[in-house]
């Protein structure tokens, strides 16, 4: 399989000033995003999964900054940048962004149209005049699915519903014309029911606009819909990373193991659901050995002695544990996430 | 809209009649040594006779029903104490405007100065802008306004070269006063701004904005300022009526002719015909303001409809 490497992400560290102390949110990250794929990245909250994706479009907050390592986009290395100008053509035109809460994300005051107008306007400079901007605009509306958008055109966000919302973000988003777009938990803040749309609606305009995404979600259920790859992410570093089936099915990291464990899917009924006890390490201190050994109930004892380095498992799958080194011991994975193919609702079902 | 708007003018107006009944009745629990210049000399003969004279022996109600329609007939009454037997209308035309213009006026350059040092205050948040237009936030806040004014006064005439007081006909002379009166709001006007447009630079779709790849001056002017601006607009009615009724120090200060103090003066003359005309202007003046707050409000945002409901979630 030979795939383009659209983004390219080499030791990245992030860091962030706070009351004086610094905290080390992204811990020497390297990864891959192909073109045309859809990559989701896991793990629990405060892991660093939006922040990892903010440094793609300089969003980081101002005391947060990147002390070492590479974003390479389009021949440019993206951590080097420093220029409001130059960031401002990446933000939307290259690399676009889709928010958690759709209720928040859209200015009260401006009609729907506007907003997405703007984006054109912004990204698409060969799009001229008023009427042929607004055309494009209720094309996008159109491709979000929101019927009747001539007259949604001239609404405002209150006046629409939160599934709706998401999808005016959506089209503010296709109106940049990105080449990448982050979903930053686009389902989190919806109803379950308008989560599975809005997914689907996500699908079919990956394949329109020939999009690769990156989406970010504590839901695994969300990942094994719409996801080719997973990167499974523990204290600001990606433990695990694996084509989809690769990590639900063979999974190799005890985080990601524990992670799968927690699947709601897995629980009995009368019996309380697996937890994953203890809480992550402070990242104001320096992380000795694997970040997620003091709550490994099977942690060996290097594992809290040296950082484990990544090991392959096949071309495409590959995961920081010691566990995979040839001369561990053999740890199987718990028996409850040994059949996940076979549980039903879990993956692909 | 116009139904709304009907309805609010309607209600407005029965606000006033509410507030002017009120203090109508109020002025009739005062002693009656204020309906006369020389109460102590009169007998009582001639005190009953004076009451009958200016029908203050009718029941109350008569009283007050009388009231509102020498109002309609634009007749407020004769002042009795503060200028006796002249038109209260008389007394209030030659006071009112001067002090409304000046109002007018400061509010006008407050706005003027305030909203972009607000502004500006919030882009360079932080920076040496922010940092000076806080510490004038502060002393204009912290030091008690008798002392810049004060100062202002002395050093404005000299530089300017003009005289201490307030000469209408002189252009230059309106300078002063009206900056005076503007410093509190341009202060007041800043610090809010500047908080509003903070606040709103946290949320969620100025985040989107720039993801969108819009600039800094794009999103703080297009985005955030509006935002801001809709609470802004609830402080200005009432800051133009403190304006022109809260003026007596810097009147007085400068000889100007208004307003300023009237009321207190009329109200300790016991001079009812002119209570009830002051309180009737500035009752008017403050549900104008607040009504037109209120039309701002519905223009600028389109969240907030009028009156009916429709459409929504």
Redesign the interface.
Known sequence: MTREVILSVQDLDVKFRLRGKVLHAIRGISLDIYKGESLAIVGESGSGKSVFTKTFMGLLDNNGFIPAGHIMYDGKDLAKITAEKEWQKIRGGEIAMIMQDPMTSLNPLKTVGEQIAEAIRLHQPEVKGKEAIREKVISYLNDVGIPDPERRYKQYAHEFSGGMRQRVVIAIALACNPKILICDEPTTALDVTIQAQIINLLKKLKEKYSLTIVFITHDLGVVANIADRVAVMYCGDIIEVGMSEEVFYDPKHPYTWALLSSLPQLGERGEDLFTIKGTPPSLYKEIKGDAFAPRNPRALKIDYMLQPPYFEVTPTHKAKTWLLDPRAPKVEPPAAIRNLKDIEGVYGK | MIKYLAKRIGRSLITLVIIISVVFLLMRMMPIEGYFPNFDKMTDAQIQAGLEAQGLLDPVPVQLGRFFVNLFHGDLGVSHGYRNNVPVTEILADKVPISIQMGCLSIIVSLILGIPLGTMMARYKGKWVDKMGTLFIVFIQAVPAAVYYLMFQLYGTLLLDIPLLFDAANWKSWILPVFSMALGNIAYYAMWLRRYMVDESN???V??????????NTIMF??IF??AF?PMVQYLPSSFLNTVIGSIYIESLYSVPGMGGLLVQVIKDNDNNMVQAIVLLYATVGVIGLLLGDIMMTV????ISFGTKE???
């Open positions: 949320k969620d779709y985040r989107l904005a720039r993801a969108k790849g819009a600039s800094g297009r985005h509006r935002n809709v600028l945002d389109p969240r459409g929504g979630r």
